[in-house]
């Protein structure tokens, strides 16, 4: 009869803390839940561009003759190529599960590929040099300390940055050689693809400051609201300032 009892008061008790946990797994479901996505497009909107080829006067045997310029790539419809999207804003407790790819920029026919990564705060960019010649990769980082390594063919050199930045990589040997690493304090990133398309994912309902930044047209912002009637789509235009 103890026994009974005693088996009896521990169920008992024991209600009130399954009950806790069962609203609190349900309160993580339903935040989940209310995770949105933002799809958009970055367009340029400015006076046509003239496009002007660079002279190539060393390693011509890997880096060509010439090159096309790389600092503003247009689409057919202008959509803005290597465009840097990021929300403002960001609550404390939206910061979820950061799903960047693995930073890597390799050294091909004497460009950086791709020309813009993203890393979060405290990641590693590996950079690789695929060209059979000597590159050497440059950056003189104001939050992260500056790095100056000669890289030559098949070697891969990785550095860790762990504060908030934008960094412009430079090949010296090569002077037209550039690159752009995104040191990102939120996983509320994105670069645009060759169509200037960008998409956010798990982005919590609210308003946000959406901010674009491109390395010849500078930064523009535009405010917005993520509801909860599906994917929220905005389309952003850049001109030269």
Same mark, same amino acid.
């Given at each position: %009869?103890?026994?009974?009892?005693?088996?009896?008061?521990?169920?008992?008790?024991?209600?009130?803390?399954?009950?806790?946990?069962?609203?609190?797994?349900?309160?993580?479901?339903?935040?989940?839940?209310?995770?949105?996505?933002?799809?958009?497009?970055?367009?340029?909107?400015?006076?046509?561009?003239?496009?002007?080829?660079?002279?190539?006067?060393?390693?011509?045997?890997?880096?060509?003759?010439?090159?096309?310029?790389?600092?503003?790539?247009?689409?057919?419809?202008?959509?803005?190529?290597?465009?840097?999207?990021?929300?403002?804003?960001?609550?404390?407790?939206?910061?979820?599960?950061?799903?960047?790819?693995?930073?890597? %920029?390799?050294?091909?026919?004497?460009?950086?590929?791709?020309?813009?990564?993203?890393?979060?705060?405290?990641?590693?960019?590996?950079?690789?040099?695929?060209?059979?010649?000597?590159?050497?990769?440059?950056?003189?980082?104001?939050e992260n300390p500056p790095f100056n390594r000669a890289?030559?063919?098949?070697?891969?050199?990785?550095?860790?940055?762990?504060?908030?930045?934008?960094?412009?990589?430079?090949?010296?040997?090569?002077?037209? %050689?550039?690159?752009?690493?995104?040191?990102?304090?939120?996983?509320?990133?994105?670069?645009t693809n060759e169509q200037g398309e960008f998409t956010?994912?798990?982005?919590?309902?609210?308003?946000?400051?959406?901010?674009?930044?491109?390395?010849?047209l500078g930064n523009v912002t535009q405010e917005m609201?993520?509801?909860?009637?599906?994917?929220?789509?905005?389309?952003?235009? %850049?001109?030269?300032?």
């Amino acid at each position: %009869m103890k026994i009974w009892a005693f088996r009896f008061c521990r169920a008992s008790r024991a209600k009130p803390f399954f009950f806790i946990v069962f609203v609190a797994a349900g309160c993580l479901i339903a935040g989940l839940s209310a995770a949105e996505t933002i799809q958009g497009t970055i367009r340029y909107v400015g006076a046509p561009i003239e496009k002007k080829k660079t002279a190539v006067t060393i390693d011509q045997y890997i880096c060509g003759k010439e090159k096309e310029p790389e600092e503003l790539l247009l689409s057919a419809n202008n959509g803005i190529r290597n465009a840097v999207v990021s929300l403002q804003n960001v609550p404390p407790g939206a910061k979820r599960d950061w799903n960047f790819p693995a930073a890597k %920029m390799d050294q091909k026919q004497c460009s950086f590929i791709p020309r813009v990564v993203i890393v979060p705060a405290g990641g590693t960019v590996e950079f690789l040099n695929s060209d059979r010649l000597l590159h050497n990769v440059r950056s003189a980082g104001k939050e992260n300390p500056p790095f100056n390594r000669a890289q030559p063919h098949a070697r891969s050199i990785s550095f860790t940055f762990k504060q908030p930045e934008l960094l412009r990589v430079d090949c010296d040997l090569h002077s037209w %050689m550039r690159g752009w690493v995104v040191v990102a304090e939120h996983p509320f990133y994105a670069v645009t693809n060759e169509q200037g398309e960008f998409t956010l994912e798990n982005v919590p309902r609210g308003k946000y400051t959406l901010q674009v930044w491109q390395e010849s047209l500078g930064n523009v912002t535009q405010e917005m609201v993520v509801g909860d009637k599906g994917a929220t789509t905005v389309s952003v235009g %850049m001109g030269k300032k």
